[in-house]
């Protein structure tokens, strides 16, 4: 699977799921190699029988020219091809603000406890990034050295 960056410094921790969901006959063996951008970045896989497998990125991997490449290539000694279940990819973003100051995200936390308030929208920093400020919060908007506060519910 291929896919372009529009940003070229991107950098990406990928997740590989893998299980064998089928009865293999005993002459059957399913092995491969997983590539990013043409290198190899595991051993050989044999996925466990009805069991899950996830291999991930332990550090962030990049995209040469902004252009992305995960491959499964069976091995020599592979009788049948490879296998996915899921692949996942997350894009580090680098959030230049310090988060909330902690004394407000306890208090909002207690309050969404307290009156059962199940919103989706309230994940993460309340304040911080910006774009991704709780719905139905205000906070300060301070210079980037200081810690934002809530300043309204």
Sequence with gaps: MEWSSSNVNNQYYLYGHFAEI???QTNDTREFNMFWNGQVIADPLI???FTIY???SQSPSTCEGGKCSFQLRRTN???LPPL??????????QFPQIETNENDVVAVQNI????EISRNSWQGDPCVPRQ???EGLNCSDTDMSTRPRITSL
């Design 47 to 49: 996925p466990p029988k």
């Design 132 to 134: 991704f400020m709780w």
């Design 22 to 24: 089928q009865e293999l």
């Design 112 to 115: 969404k406890t307290t009156y």
């Design 54 to 56: 996830t291999i991930f």
């Design 77 to 79: 000694r592979s009788t």
């Design 84 to 93: 996915l279940n899921a692949f996942e990819v997350y894009t580090v973003i």
